[in-house]
């Protein structure tokens, strides 16, 4: 596609205007990228960071707010009059994802390895997988250390800061409080000159419980005499009270947008101007279409060549990336998929496929993703994002919108809304800043039209055409059913819950969209049931007196809901196989020790009989259920916590424990507690069914997570089929 560049930015002026001037070797990397100009957020943020300000920078997505804390933390280090030592730290960089974090890392990388001497041209691998120059030579000439990249996916933390000699980290919030606080970090991570902390898309990072108690720990560890810069494209409350906590006098940077129409006062906008921000009107039943037909159209009419898809949840990411990959009208296209289910090897691999792939209108490329994709990802050349349900968080949709139309080109972003209520919602951002221009309907031709007065008949051949392949497998009728469940859920859980309520979901639409074989058993879709059948026969009843009375149709009132026909598709489900050998062999076992178990006497089947009443009483409705994850939750924190603990303690000795020896120390150390308390029998057994199912699911969760591996990496060798982990 011709990616022409858009109206926006309005650049910030020449690199050479600032005072004092950038270092030459910062220059000669600005300079090698093309860069020829300062973005506003750049011209505004750059000069103020050197010097001694805190910054707060809010500025649309793609507009250049990484280099505008690179540059500044290396133009730092490099007129620091007292030159830091290897493995001194001068700053921190917390983004959320590891996706960011290791975007950062490149850039750091790229500006620091520009310094190593040419006659060193060995690039290896290091230990995080990314490219950097080991050799103990060119370690030796370069004047200023490799930054390190602390997150989930790092193997040897503390080897490789210490073989690097790092005076940057870069990572996640959880992975860098336990590397900078653990008795071993706290021996070998010098924080005492730290210069500069950055937190990278901070409203994020602040918005979650758990990552603001781990910035508040590295907050407190740091010195207090530094630099605070906090980024992100939607600033919020919570980063006012960060403030508070961690900032001096801190300069607020702000850069808006303004839109000017014809004969229109001009209007502010959180979007960039080069973005075509669009909404498309379908029903539910309909949205699996005009997905397609928007993939189909943007190629056909605009030669689009990449795309990115957002959805809801990781289960409906994983269905759709199976179901779209076997669909013969995408046969061209190179489908990947990226969620935080994914180990996170597969996610890194997944993510430079994508980046990597030669994308062209001919052989276009499309990453079907969760929100993990959705902020700081810089995706050089996206021509359209579409939103297949629209963010539960509404500050994530100018983030995801904002995949595309970077640094000034032009891209366009759909968002699907289902016809009904859910229309406010274009009101609902346009109040914040985020105008959005309706998309039409697609036809079958690819025409724009109306959304048609009746569900689109082509919704249900599709719909046949996807029960078709789940028939092949029953492992895809299993995952549609959980991307089903999952993504209601996400429904109930949108912050804009007087738009999206969940009394609107329209099940069998829903269940239409993504193909499903049969309704799963939920007691949400029980009662919708009952309401259905109760309004259909009022509606009945309304239509016979009218026709009764003779009063005239249209004068009287029917509140005629439109209500779609589902029918189960007739499936021997006793006899339906999945596709793997092993989990057929599996399913098969278990359903005939169900059929040994069928009762023979009366007495028998009474039995059996109270037992399913009873099952299905016990069968929570989804608020009660919520509690119970609540406190499910809390106890897995509490478990991570001790883990931790016992993993930091380790660390201090020197050594590393894998989840099974320090499940075998604390066994120890149980064992030990036991003979002391040898009196106390009640709490002696109760420890040692504790940990003896402890014990036994960690063994299991070991050995699954080992046949992921291997699958996953077999996959791998398969061709990019990555994501297919049975
Ligand atoms: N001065 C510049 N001139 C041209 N391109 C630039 C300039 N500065 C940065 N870019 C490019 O713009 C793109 C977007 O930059 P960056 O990722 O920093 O945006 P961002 O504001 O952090 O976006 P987001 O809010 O989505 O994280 C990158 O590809 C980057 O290389």
Not at 192 to 214: G, K
Not at 411 to 439: M, N, S
Not at 459 to 464: E, G, P, S, V, Y
């Given at each position: 596609?011709?990616?022409?560049?858009?109206?926006?930015?309005?650049?910030?002026?020449?690199?050479?205007?600032?005072?004092?001037?950038?270092?030459?070797?910062?220059?000669?990397?600005?300079?090698?990228?093309?860069?020829?100009?300062?973005?506003?957020?750049?011209?505004?943020?750059?000069?103020?960071?050197?010097?001694?300000?805190?910054?707060?920078?809010?500025?649309?997505?793609?507009?250049?707010?990484?280099?505008?804390?690179?540059?500044?933390?290396?133009?730092?280090?490099?007129?620091?009059?007292?030159?830091?030592?290897?493995?001194?730290?001068?700053?921190?960089?917390?983004?959320?994802?590891?996706?960011?974090?290791?975007?950062?890392?490149?850039?750091?990388?790229?500006?620091?390895?520009?310094?190593?001497?040419?006659?060193?041209?060995?690039?290896?691998?290091?230990?995080?997988?990314?490219?950097?120059?080991?050799?103990?030579?060119?370690?030796?000439?370069?004047?200023?250390?490799?930054?390190?990249?602390?997150?989930?996916?790092?193997?040897?933390?503390?080897?490789?800061?210490?073989?690097?000699?790092?005076?940057?980290?870069?990572?996640?919030?959880?992975?860098?409080?336990?590397?900078?606080?653990?008795?071993?970090?706290?021996?070998?991570?010098?924080?005492?000159?730290?210069?500069?902390?950055?937190?990278?898309?901070?409203?994020?990072?602040?918005?979650?419980?758990?990552?603001?108690?781990?910035?508040?720990?590295?907050?407190?560890?740091?010195?207090?005499?530094?630099?605070?810069?906090?980024?992100?494209?939607?600033?919020?409350?919570?980063?006012?009270?960060?403030?508070?906590?961690?900032?001096?006098?801190?300069?607020?940077?702000?850069?808006?947008?303004?839109?000017?129409?014809?004969?229109?006062?001009?209007?502010?906008?959180?979007?960039?101007?080069?973005?075509?921000?669009?909404?498309?009107?379908?029903?539910?039943?309909?949205?699996?279409?005009?997905?397609?037909?928007?993939?189909?159209?943007?190629?056909?009419?605009?030669?689009?060549?990449?795309?990115?898809?957002?959805?809801?949840?990781?289960?409906?990411?994983?269905?759709?990336?199976?179901?779209?990959?076997?669909?013969?009208?995408?046969?061209?296209?190179?489908?990947?998929?990226?969620?935080?289910?994914?180990?996170?090897?597969?996610?890194?691999?997944?993510?430079?496929?994508?980046?990597?792939?030669?994308?062209?209108?001919?052989?276009?490329?499309?990453?079907?993703?969760?929100?993990?994709?959705?902020?700081?990802?810089?995706?050089?050349?996206?021509?359209?994002?579409?939103?297949?349900?629209?963010?539960?968080?509404?500050?994530?949709?100018?983030?995801?919108?904002?995949?595309?139309?970077?640094?000034?080109?032009?891209?366009?972003?759909?968002?699907?809304?289902?016809?009904?209520?859910?229309?406010?919602?274009?009101?609902?951002?346009?109040?914040?800043?985020?105008?959005?221009?309706?998309?039409?309907?697609?036809?079958?031709?690819?025409?724009?039209?109306?959304?048609?007065?009746?569900?689109?008949?082509?919704?249900?051949?599709?719909?046949?055409?996807?029960?078709?392949?789940?028939?092949?497998?029953?492992?895809?009728?299993?995952?549609?059913?959980?991307?089903?469940?999952?993504?209601?859920?996400?429904?109930?859980?949108?912050?804009?819950?007087?738009?999206?309520?969940?009394?609107?979901?329209?099940?069998?639409?829903?269940?239409?969209?993504?193909?499903?074989?049969?309704?799963?058993?939920?007691?949400?879709?029980?009662?919708?049931?009952?309401?259905?059948?109760?309004?259909?026969?009022?509606?009945?009843?309304?239509?016979?007196?009218?026709?009764?009375?003779?009063?005239?149709?249209?004068?009287?009132?029917?509140?005629?809901?439109?209500?779609?026909?589902?029918?189960?598709?007739?499936?021997?489900?006793?006899?339906?196989?999945?596709?793997?050998?092993?989990?057929?062999?599996?399913?098969?076992?278990?359903?005939?020790?169900?059929?040994?178990e069928i009762p023979r006497s009366a007495e028998e089947k009474a039995q059996l009989d109270a037992k399913r009443k009873m099952k299905s009483q016990m069968k929570?409705?989804?608020?009660?259920?919520?509690?119970?994850?609540?406190?499910?939750?809390?106890?897995?924190?509490?478990?991570?916590?001790?883990?931790?603990?016992?993993?930091?303690?380790?660390?201090?000795?020197?050594?590393?424990?894998?989840?099974?020896?320090?499940?075998?120390?604390?066994?120890?150390?149980?064992?030990n507690t036991r003979d002391v308390w040898k009196n106390d029998d009640s709490e002696d057994e109760d420890d040692q069914v504790d940990l003896g199912n402890e014990?036994?699911?960690?063994?299991?969760?070991?050995?699954?997570?080992?046949?992921?591996?291997?699958?996953?990496?077999?996959?791998?060798?398969?061709?990019?089929?990555?994501?297919?982990?049975?």
């Amino acid at each position: 596609m011709d990616r022409p560049t858009g109206a926006a930015p309005a650049f910030g002026g020449s690199w050479t205007t600032l005072n004092p001037p950038l270092s030459p070797w910062i220059m000669d990397v600005i300079n090698k990228n093309g860069f020829a100009k300062m973005t506003p957020v750049q011209s505004g943020t750059i000069p103020r960071a050197i010097k001694n300000q805190d910054c707060v920078v809010e500025a649309v997505t793609g507009s250049g707010k990484t280099l505008s804390f690179v540059i500044p933390v290396l133009e730092r280090i490099t007129r620091r009059e007292r030159k830091y030592k290897k493995g001194e730290s001068a700053a921190v960089v917390i983004a959320p994802t590891r996706e960011l974090a290791s975007q950062i890392h490149d850039v750091f990388h790229q500006f620091l390895s520009s310094l190593i001497p040419p006659e060193e041209p060995a690039s290896v691998e290091d230990e995080n997988g990314a490219s950097s120059s080991t050799s103990a030579a060119s370690k030796t000439k370069a004047p200023y250390p490799l930054p390190i990249l602390v997150t989930s996916g790092t193997a040897n933390p503390y080897e490789t800061f210490q073989s690097l000699g790092s005076n940057i980290l870069i990572g996640t919030p959880g992975r860098l409080a336990s590397f900078l606080l653990s008795p071993r970090g706290l021996s070998v991570v010098r924080v005492s000159e730290l210069d500069v902390l950055v937190l990278d898309e901070a409203d994020r990072l602040l918005s979650s419980p758990d990552h603001r108690r781990d910035i508040e720990r590295i907050m407190k560890h740091l010195p207090k005499q530094r630099r605070t810069h906090l980024f992100s494209a939607t600033m919020t409350d919570a980063v006012e009270e960060i403030i508070g906590l961690g900032l001096r006098n801190p300069v607020r940077i702000v850069v808006n947008l303004k839109e000017k129409k014809k004969g229109e006062d001009a209007k502010e906008r959180r979007t960039p101007t080069a973005l075509q921000n669009t909404y498309l009107v379908c029903r539910h039943a309909e949205k699996t279409l005009q997905l397609l037909r928007v993939l189909q159209a943007e190629v056909q009419k605009a030669e689009a060549a990449k795309f990115v898809v957002f959805f809801s949840t990781c289960a409906a990411v994983d269905y759709f990336y199976r179901i779209m990959s076997r669909l013969p009208s995408l046969s061209k296209y190179h489908l990947t998929s990226l969620h935080g289910d994914l180990p996170p090897r597969i996610r890194e691999t997944a993510l430079s496929n994508f980046i990597n792939h030669p994308s062209s209108h001919l052989s276009p490329a499309i990453l079907l993703c969760t929100d993990v994709a959705a902020r700081g990802v810089d995706f050089p050349d996206i021509d359209v994002v579409i939103q297949y349900d629209p963010p539960t968080d509404p500050k994530s949709f100018s983030h995801r919108a904002g995949r595309t139309a970077r640094a000034g080109r032009r891209g366009k972003a759909v968002v699907l809304i289902g016809k009904g209520r859910e229309e406010d919602y274009v009101d609902f951002l346009a109040i914040r800043k985020i105008p959005l221009t309706k998309q039409p309907y697609l036809d079958s031709s690819l025409t724009g039209t109306e959304t048609p007065p009746m569900v689109d008949p082509e919704a249900l051949t599709l719909l046949r055409e996807i029960r078709r392949f789940i028939l092949t497998d029953r492992e895809l009728a299993d995952k549609g059913a959980k991307a089903f469940v999952s993504s209601l859920r996400a429904y109930t859980k949108h912050e804009a819950s007087f738009i999206f309520r969940s009394q609107d979901i329209d099940f069998h639409g829903l269940a239409i969209a993504y193909g499903l074989l049969r309704l799963p058993a939920m007691p949400e879709i029980k009662e919708w049931k009952k309401k259905r059948e109760a309004h259909l026969k009022l509606v009945k009843e309304k239509k016979q007196a009218i026709e009764a009375d003779g009063v005239d149709k249209a004068q009287a009132h029917v509140d005629e809901k439109e209500w779609l026909d589902w029918e189960d598709e007739p499936v021997d489900w006793d006899n339906f196989a999945y596709a793997s050998k092993s989990r057929e062999q599996a399913r098969l076992l278990a359903l005939s020790k169900k059929r040994s178990e069928i009762p023979r006497s009366a007495e028998e089947k009474a039995q059996l009989d109270a037992k399913r009443k009873m099952k299905s009483q016990m069968k929570e409705a989804w608020s009660e259920q919520k509690e119970r994850k609540v406190k499910k939750e809390e106890r897995h924190d509490k478990r991570d916590k001790r883990k931790q603990a016992e993993w930091e303690a380790a660390q201090a000795n020197g050594e590393e424990l894998g989840p099974i020896a320090s499940l075998r120390a604390s066994k120890k150390q149980k064992s030990n507690t036991r003979d002391v308390w040898k009196n106390d029998d009640s709490e002696d057994e109760d420890d040692q069914v504790d940990l003896g199912n402890e014990w036994k699911s960690l063994k299991k969760e070991i050995k699954s997570e080992k046949s992921e591996k291997r699958s996953s990496k077999k996959n791998i060798e398969k061709g990019g089929m990555f994501d297919d982990l049975d």
